[in-house]
């Protein structure tokens, strides 16, 4: 059902269109707001990951022992984050920040993987969304730079110890240096998420343009193409799981670099 869905148009799964799933008088609505496919497939990622874990936090509240399938799953990621990225970096005191980077993960992951339901859209396969959630890193980053050292005390640290004759050239390169990385997020989730789908598409592709009359080279073209499909879907999911994870590592990192920038 997943390469369905692309067959008749493959190219349109990637497009950044106005949405028309409740009809075509809703979707020049939309479309006249501004909520595009990828902007409305955004917003029903942010409630998902706001639904699925309100429910969690209500059985925990109510004093669930033993997670369940789907529960431990979460729990694990959640863990995974917090021992293996933010410890590392910041200790104990990068406890404060997991909500966020929490947040990031999995709102992240819930984009990427909505791009493989049928009908639906990667909302991360928009370079202006991934844009947005690059901007909100790296205000948070250095808003909790400034809140941990204080205004004066964070500036003097975006430069490093050097000769006073030295900072004209030290001023230009740290500015770039901390312009880059926002554009690197955006750059490499937006790059990675756009070229899977192009690639699966024209793969799709393959199955309607390369199908001939002839039963058993028709039907031997079908096979690989949907062989092929699947193959590709399985490592979309990886990658979907795998630009989450560096999205949220290298925010992680840049917090740490803003909040203990002498570690």
């Not at 497939?41 to 309100?54: D, H, K, Q, S």
Request: one cysteine or more; glycine letters at 8%; proline letters at 5%.
């Amino acid at each position: 059902m997943i390469f369905l869905a692309t067959v008749e148009n493959p190219i349109e799964h990637v497009i950044d269109g106005p949405v028309t799933i409740f009809g075509e008088d809703t979707g020049r609505f939309l479309a006249s707001l501004g909520i595009t496919k990828h902007v409305f497939f955004l917003f029903v990622a942010g409630a998902l990951v706001t639904v699925i874990f309100i429910l969690r936090a209500r059985r925990v509240k109510r004093g669930e022992k033993t997670p369940g399938l789907w529960g431990g799953f979460l729990e694990s990621i959640m863990l995974f984050l917090r021992d293996e990225v933010m410890r590392p970096i910041l200790g104990r005191a990068g406890d404060r920040y997991l909500p966020f980077i929490w947040t990031l993960f999995f709102f992240i992951l819930a984009c990427n993987l909505l791009g493989l339901v049928p009908g639906a859209a990667t909302a991360t396969g928009n370079i202006s969304i991934n844009a947005g959630l690059a901007a909100v890193a790296f205000v948070t980053w250095h808003l909790l730079g400034i809140k941990e050292q204080g205004l004066w005390h964070y500036l003097k640290t975006l430069i490093p110890p050097v000769p006073l004759f030295v900072w004209p050239i030290m001023l230009v390169v740290e500015f770039v240096g901390h312009l880059i990385r926002p554009f690197a997020l955006t750059v490499r989730l937006f790059a990675n998420m756009l070229a899977g789908h192009v690639i699966l598409a024209t793969i799709l592709g393959f199955t309607r343009l390369l199908t001939t009359d002839r039963l058993v080279l028709g039907s031997f073209v079908s096979l690989a193409s949907v062989a092929g499909a699947t193959a590709l879907t399985m490592l979309e999911i990886f990658v979907a799981f795998l630009q989450a994870f560096i999205f949220t590592f290298l925010t992680a990192l840049f917090i740490g670099m803003a909040v203990k920038p002498e570690h």
